[in-house]
């Protein structure tokens, strides 16, 4: 496994945790008028955090082992 292959892929995982990190949540509640229902709007990102977590690994896993980049 190379280095910089390692570290794309860090990258692209590490996108998915901004994703829904606290202050992200606070400062995009705060941006569309939705202050005090952070944990709705956390509620509705979990979907697409997850959905793009499995997409990510996928293309992760495909370039990786089936292209041969690891």
């Known amino acids: 496994?190379?280095?910089?292959?390692?570290?794309a892929a860090n990258?692209?995982?590490a996108t998915a945790g901004k994703?829904?990190?606290p202050q992200s949540i606070?400062?995009?509640a705060v941006a569309i008028g939705?202050?005090?229902q952070e944990g709705r709007l956390l509620k509705e990102m979990i979907k697409f955090c997850f959905l793009?977590?499995?997409?990510t690994c996928l293309v992760v896993f495909i370039m990786g082992k089936v292209?041969?980049?690891l």
């Open 34 to 36: 939705l202050e005090g």
């Open 52 to 55: 793009y977590i499995l997409l």
């Open 1 to 7: 496994m190379t280095p910089s292959w390692l570290a």
């Open 26 to 28: 606070a400062v995009a």
């Open 67 to 69: 292209l041969g980049y």
């Open 19 to 21: 994703m829904i990190s």
């Open 11 to 13: 990258m692209s995982g």
